[in-house]
């Protein structure tokens, strides 16, 4: 610990394309296990983190039950910022769950492209949200593609591969 004030982060992995393992010969993949990890090694971050693993799917198939098991820990983590690696196609979902937890700050990311790929944008997003969740207020936030939505407020649009704004 630098000092009493060093900012703890929790990190909770839903799994998602952020975590995909692609396999040459069936042209398959499996989620694996979460690279937030890797990420935050690789950057240096000088902030005391703790990853914790939550599901491991391709976020088509997060349950309401995983989500509110994901509420569940998020809201009895002693810690005020929260940072959620999550599949992209519903993130926006999960956003809306965890909206209404008291006193923390949540933000949610994860890729278009597996973390393991180079050009991945998985490092950029993971930055992006370490940035935010320390900025920002207490709320639910979705950090995608150098933006950062309130939750409620944002939308994926698969054609042009990023989040927007809602209409």
Do not use: W
């Amino acid at each position: 610990m630098h000092s009493m004030h060093s900012m703890q982060l929790a990190v909770f992995s839903m799994g998602g394309t952020i975590d995909k393992v692609y396999f040459d010969d069936l042209s398959d993949y499996t989620v694996g296990e979460p690279q937030v990890a890797a990420i935050l090694a690789g950057a240096n971050v000088d902030i005391a983190y703790e990853v914790m693993e939550v599901a491991r799917k391709d976020s088509l198939y997060v349950t309401d039950a995983e989500r509110e098991a994901l509420r569940e820990r998020v809201a009895a983590d002693p810690r005020r910022h929260v940072l959620i690696t999550h599949g992209t196609d519903t993130m926006t979902e999960t956003a809306r769950v965890l909206t209404g937890i008291a006193d923390k700050t949540i933000v949610l990311t994860g890729a278009m492209s597996p973390a393991r790929f180079a050009a991945s944008d998985a490092t950029f997003n993971v930055g992006c949200a370490v940035g935010a969740v320390q900025s920002l207020p207490a709320g639910v936030y979705i950090a995608m593609n150098g933006r950062v939505f309130p939750a409620g407020s944002v939308r994926k649009n698969r054609d042009k591969g990023r989040f927007e704004p809602l209409p």
